[in-house]
């Protein structure tokens, strides 16, 4: 199937590992060319050059941490020198910390809105504008499966990353007759570091190892497994492309049926 993406550009946050550097390759697969950030400079440049010897693709890095405001007009400003547009951009943060209500003072709830809030905002707001002028683009924010069915110990993840589920979903009727989409996918328990963090946290509250929560999780799973990187990655091509014109609006979770809710 062709996705209608070659020679268009991507901007991928948190690109460096996981599932951006998974959505960044199977976009640089297409023919697209990229614009990747993450704050660890190692990692990503070992992202960009795994990249483009697989695909050929033309590939730009920018280390910043996206929870200050700076660091994103800096990503915006360097893809528009790099390229002149961006056609479709994939917001994605490394998520808040795990923990109940208690153990997160205010600060803890500030640090969450900006990596997780306002870098999605701030980053629409940088190349919505170029997006509108061409009458094509696509917005995918990467949330989680939480914004359906809160995940246990995970209260800052749960409430922020809803948050950007109203935002997405406001603005994509906002921009929808300008021919940008805009759409939400929902990560269940995939194999990337963050799963590891969550089992490490959740076996430290436990006294359990974490191999026994990655045991759960997979129990939890109707496919009784993990998540590919891939397999998630998979979707957010499609949801980029030409094919998806007329996909807006959602929030569509890639968790092998964890999620127990009809819609």
């Not at 929870?67 to 998520?95: C, K, P, W």
């Not at 939480?146 to 950007?164: E, F, G, H, T, W």
């Not at 990560?187 to 006294?207: F, I, N, S």
């Amino acid at each position: 199937m062709d996705l209608g993406l070659r020679g268009k550009v991507a901007l991928v946050a948190a690109a460096s590992r996981g599932l951006g550097r998974a959505i960044a390759l199977e976009l640089a697969s297409e023919g697209m060319a990229l614009v990747l950030c993450a704050r660890g400079a190692a990692a990503l440049e070992a992202a960009r050059d795994d990249i483009a010897a697989r695909t050929r693709a033309d590939v730009h890095t920018v280390v910043a941490d996206l929870s200050d405001q700076a660091h994103i007009e800096r990503v915006a400003a360097e893809a528009m020198s790099r390229f002149g547009q961006v056609d479709v951009l994939v917001t994605n943060a490394g998520g808040p910390p795990a923990g109940v209500f208690e153990t997160h003072g205010w600060d803890a709830w500030e640090r969450a809105v900006n990596l997780t809030l306002r870098s999605a905002v701030e980053l629409t707001r940088a190349v919505l504008p170029g997006m509108r002028a061409r009458t094509w683009g696509r917005i995918i924010n990467v949330t989680s499966i939480a914004v359906k069915q809160p995940v246990d110990n995970l209260i800052l993840s749960n409430s922020i990353r809803a948050a950007v589920t109203g935002f997405a979903r406001t603005l994509a009727n906002e921009v929808a007759t300008d021919g940008v989409t805009v759409n939400n996918i929902l990560p269940g328990y995939t194999r990337t570091e963050r799963v590891e963090q969550l089992a490490e946290a959740k076996a430290a509250q436990e006294g359990l190892a974490p191999r026994d929560i990655v045991a759960r999780f997979e129990q939890e799973i109707p496919m009784r497994r993990l998540g590919e990187p891939e397999e998630f990655a998979a979707l957010a091509a499609f949801l980029a492309s030409t094919r998806a014109s007329y996909i807006t609006g959602q929030s569509i979770a890639v968790d092998g049926g964890w999620i127990k809710a009809l819609l």
